[in-house]
Every structure is written in structure tokens, then in C-alpha cells.
Nanobody
Framework: QVQLVESGGGLVQAGGSLRLSCAAS????????MGWHRQAPGNERELVAA???????DAADSVKGRFIISRDNAKNTVYLQMNSLKPEDTAVYYC?????????????WGQGTQVTVSS
């Protein structure tokens, strides 16, 4: 079955950088869209950035200019480069993939990786 495994989270000082990785167990061309979501305690899970199979990207206003989503098709991996991190970025970050099986939409989620930004 499809597995998404996140890595790269950790503790970083404000102003620092982290790169998150999401490794998929299948060819990422299988997915229409892949992206990153985050959820802080007491908050709703929110979209951070996404990339389509065609390479189109989008990002939340709160992270534009700081976060960059990219992919390496040969490694079946999607990345989130996070720069100029702020304490407000502290959250669990989840990888998501959207695909279609027999014409039906399927959403897949990774287990999440914790990002903590200290002030």
C-alpha cells in the first residue's frame, strides 16, 4: 500500500532553516498533487504548500517567500525547504498525496514530523 514517510523535523532557532522530506513508496507521478500541511495544538490543520504532478506550486500567504516546495521524481520524494523560521511555524507537519484509483479520489497522509522553532 501507499506509504508516505516524513523526515527532517526538529528543533531550530528563530531565523534558522530546516528541510523536510516526504518519501513515497510509489512513483510520485501516481499523485495529482502532493503537499505539506501543518497543525499546531488547538489549531485546525492548514495547507502550507503544494505541488502538482505538472510542477505547479502554491503556498500559504504566511509562508510565501520563506518556504519552497520541490520534488525529486527519481527519489519519489517531495521536499519543503523552510527558511527564516518563526516561532509561529511550530507545528506537526504532515505530508499529503492525492491520487485517483478507479476514478475515485484518494488522500494519503504521512505520520507527521514535529518542527519546533525557539524564540
Amino acid at each position: 500500500q501507499v506509504q508516505l514517510v516524513e523526515s527532517g523535523g526538529g528543533l531550530v532557532q528563530a531565523g534558522g532553516s530546516l528541510r523536510l522530506s516526504c518519501a513515497a513508496s510509489v512513483n510520485i507521478f501516481s499523485f495529482v498533487t502532493m503537499g505539506w500541511h501543518r497543525q499546531a495544538p488547538g489549531n485546525e490543520r492548514e495547507l502550507v504548500a503544494a505541488i502538482t504532478s505538472g510542477g505547479t506550486t502554491d503556498a500559504a500567504d504566511s509562508v510565501k517567500g520563506r518556504f519552497i516546495i520541490s520534488r525529486d521524481n527519481a527519489k519519489n520524494t517531495v521536499y519543503l525547504q523552510m527558511n527564516s523560521l518563526k516561532p509561529e511555524d511550530t507545528a506537526v507537519y504532515y505530508c499529503k498525496a492525492v491520487g485517483y484509483l478507479n476514478g475515485r479520489r484518494r488522500d494519503y497522509w504521512g505520520q507527521g514530523t514535529q518542527v519546533t522553532v525557539s524564540s
